[in-house]
């Protein structure tokens, strides 16, 4: 029996082309087989067809035939993010550019946890994280924020370091950039509580009761941001030290905390504070919209998601640390992987950067992205999406029968029919869901069930956005 050919080496580009091309006619054969956003007929039917078109999945004898058989059966089942009416989460449809360079990142296969696996990738991931830092924490900067006494006065929280040059890691999502900024936070300040919104995301609570922290305290969000005034009495009477989580971009509705005011309140009640910017961070990028991120940099850490608003394959999070002594804590001695010795000669211990061992090189399609498009052209990407969630709420509002929650912030849309009950709207989103028609997420808010539409292709049109509001139109019981 003959060696199946590797990707890398020699003869990797020679197997790697006929293989690329099976791909892209299942990936084709699959899309024209789904025929819409999602595939029809809800989840049993959808495991049905699975099933049939697999077969034995441990089969005795291999099948040349396979990839294939799987890429387009995946592909006919799977939810299109590229498709306009697909518009439910915070899932967007990659750029092409950043999927190549997946591409060339599982061929090559480095694992970031020593030099000497990944000798490059670990430099362009140093080099671009603090990139990326120094932006997030240079352009989210506000003028200054207010000590109380109607003075100004820097925003910027103390954290007892050195004052370094910002860093970043790059994690696997906002949920883990949220989780390492709670744990740098407990190192720093042991016995640290969690004070967020009602409207920060899960992933903030569950970070709380993962790392042992005292139980979080749950700031009232009335209108959907942390209320300043509820956070001043909390952090007024309770015990400290504190670190608060803010967030910039709320997963329901796209909204982002009045973080200066929230920045001056930290500064005044010595509390850390962490900026949940997994959505909202895409901002950066923009010079129109950059402005409503002002208050970031008060941070001491700050979430970043860039397979948001970044267009970028899963996963592409960071967390960026303002103070790089706060990365101490993550430090871990293999001596198979950063021997002291070996540190000593100049080889670069990677452990700190991450609590996991291996690790892919995700920065590599960030960093294409970055340098094909340019900040500019990510910029227009944003713009563009949150326009369109403009025109659609435009659309929604002119409509007799739609109602309109609130003018967008990002690109998340909340609406609904206007005479629906919760049952109605949730069954209207289900049916859409199972006919493949369209893909719409639901939030509560206001104590009413919304359907939300989240933009993430930079491609929809505005006839996109009047078919979407017809299907929900026509699917409404009248």
């Avoid at 100004?152 to 949920?175: E, K, Q, S």
């Avoid at 005034?229 to 030290?241: K, S």
């Avoid at 563009?384 to 025109?391: E, G, I, L, S, Y």
Wanted: a negative charge; glycine letters at 10%; proline letters at 8%.
């Amino acid at each position: 029996m003959s060696t199946p050919p590797l990707a890398s080496g020699p003869q990797g580009p020679h197997a790697l082309g006929p293989l690329l091309d099976t791909v892209l006619t299942a990936l084709g054969d699959g899309t024209r087989a789904r025929g819409g956003p999602l595939p029809r007929g809800g989840p049993d039917a959808v495991a049905a067809r699975l099933r049939d078109a697999l077969g034995d999945l441990l089969p005795e004898q291999g099948d040349p035939t396979a990839l294939y058989t799987l890429v387009r059966a995946v592909t006919e089942g799977s939810a299109d993010p590229a498709d306009p009416l697909c518009a439910a989460h915070l899932h967007c449809p990659p750029l092409a550019v950043a999927t190549a360079a997946d591409l060339a990142a599982s061929t090559l296969n480095p694992s970031l946890d020593s030099w000497d696996q990944a000798p490059a990738a670990s430099e362009l991931e140093a080099l671009l994280a603090r990139e990326l830092a120094a932006l997030t924490f240079t352009e989210g900067r506000a003028a200054t924020a207010h000590d109380g006494t109607g003075g100004p006065r820097d925003a910027f929280v103390t954290t007892g370091g050195t004052g370094g040059a910002p860093d970043a890691l790059v994690t696997t999502g906002g949920t883990e950039s949220n989780q390492l900024a709670l744990l740098l936070a407990r190192e720093a300040h042991p016995g640290v509580r969690l004070v967020h919104g009602a409207n920060a995301h899960h992933s903030l609570p569950r970070a709380a009761w993962l790392l042992g922290l005292p139980d979080p305290v749950t700031v009232p969000a009335p209108a959907g941001t942390l209320d300043p005034a509820a956070l001043d009495e909390a952090l007024t009477r309770l015990p400290g030290p504190h670190l608060v989580a803010a967030t910039a971009g709320t997963t329901d509705a796209g909204l982002i905390d009045p973080l200066p005011e929230i920045a001056a309140l930290c500064a005044r009640h010595h509390a850390r504070l962490h900026i949940d910017a997994a959505y909202g961070g895409g901002l950066l990028f923009s010079d129109r919209r950059r402005h409503l991120l002002t208050g970031l940099a008060a941070a001491a850490t700050v979430t970043l998601d860039l397979h948001k608003l970044g267009w970028q394959p899963v996963a592409a999070g960071l967390l960026a640390v303002r103070d790089p002594d706060d990365l101490h804590a993550l430090h871990q001695h293999a001596d198979y992987l950063n021997a002291d010795d070996d540190t000593d000669a100049g080889l670069p211990d990677l452990l700190a950067r991450s609590p996991r061992t291996t690790r892919r090189p995700d920065i590599l399609k960030i960093a294409a992205t970055v340098a094909t498009l340019g900040r500019q052209g990510l910029g227009d990407l944003v713009d563009q999406v949150c326009d369109r969630a403009t025109d659609l709420a435009d659309l929604i509002e002119a409509h007799p029968r739609l109602e309109l929650h609130d003018r967008s912030t990002l690109s998340t849309v909340l609406f609904r029919p206007a005479t629906a009950t919760d049952a109605t709207v949730a069954a209207l989103r289900r049916h859409l869901l199972t006919d493949g028609q369209a893909v719409l997420g639901r939030a509560r808010l206001d104590g009413r069930l919304w359907l939300k539409a989240t933009l993430l292709n930079p491609r929809t049109a505005p006839g996109d956005l009047t078919t979407l509001l017809g299907l929900v139109e026509g699917t409404t019981p009248r």
